[in-house]
Structure formats: structure tokens, C-alpha cells
């Protein structure tokens, strides 16, 4: 799932994404929030949220594949914890920001310090 912007923000100016059953086990979808490409995953029902694009040479990692709780660059291979960001192998060496995320009835809420 692709999806620009997102629904609304809360009082404490977390973002509601999308609801949770929007994005099924195994999968991510991609937002563009604040001018930036957020990948959320859902790892075994945790959902997980970082930067979309890969630090070696800018691809979407939404485009790879999720394997347990890394994602698989599309280009070079460089797989990424979701949960930390870490690069877990070469030629990818910078970490991905993460973002914290909540879930409110069935929502998922992001916190970005930018918004
Ligand atoms: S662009 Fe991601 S590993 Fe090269």
C-alpha cells in the first residue's frame, strides 16, 4: 500500500497513518508525512516505522521485500532491522531513523518531531 499524506493528527500531534488491519502481517506500506517517505512494517502484529529510503543510493525499500524483521533493499541487497534501523550487511553502512508508533482504536498514531 502507497498511500500520500495521511488521516488526521491528535492532540499531542501524533499523525494517524492508517488502521491497523490495513496493513496485514508480513507486509508494509509506504506514507509520505511531513515531505518525508515513512515504511511502516507489520512484523508478527508489531508495527514499526522508519525512514523509506535506503542511505546507500536513495531506493525505495518499500519496493524490497520483508524477511521476519528486516527489509531487503530492492537494489543492492542491504538488509535493515525495522526495529532499529541497522544496516545488518554492506554496501549499506548508515542507520535509519526510526519513529515511534502507537495504536489508538485500531489506528496507528506516528510520532515525528518535525510535524
Ligand atoms: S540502494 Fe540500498 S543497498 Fe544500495
Not at 543510493?57 to 541487497?77: F, I, Q, R, T
Not at 538488509?79 to 548508515?94: D, H, M, S, W, Y
Request: overall charge negative; charged content about 20%; hydrophobic content about 35%.
Amino acid at each position: 500500500m502507497k498511500m500520500n499524506g495521511y488521516l488526521h493528527v491528535n492532540k499531542t500531534n501524533a499523525i494517524a497513518l492508517t488502521t491497523t488491519d490495513n496493513i496485514k502481517v508480513g507486509k508494509m506500506a509506504v506514507f509520505t508525512v511531513a515531505e518525508q517517505e515513512i515504511l511502516v512494517a507489520n512484523v508478527k502484529g508489531h508495527f514499526y516505522a522508519l525512514d523509506n529510503i535506503c542511505p546507500h543510493e536513495d531506493a525505495s525499500l518499500y519496493k524490497g521485500a520483508l524477511h521476519g524483521d528486516c527489509v531487503e533493499c530492492p537494489l543492492h541487497g542491504s538488509r535493515f532491522n525495522v526495529k532499529t534501523g541497522e544496516p545488518q550487511e554492506e554496501p549499506a553502512t548508515e542507520i535509519l531513523k526510526t519513529y515511534p508508533l502507537h495504536i489508538e482504536n485500531n489506528t496507528l498514531y506516528i510520532q515525528i518531531d518535525e510535524c
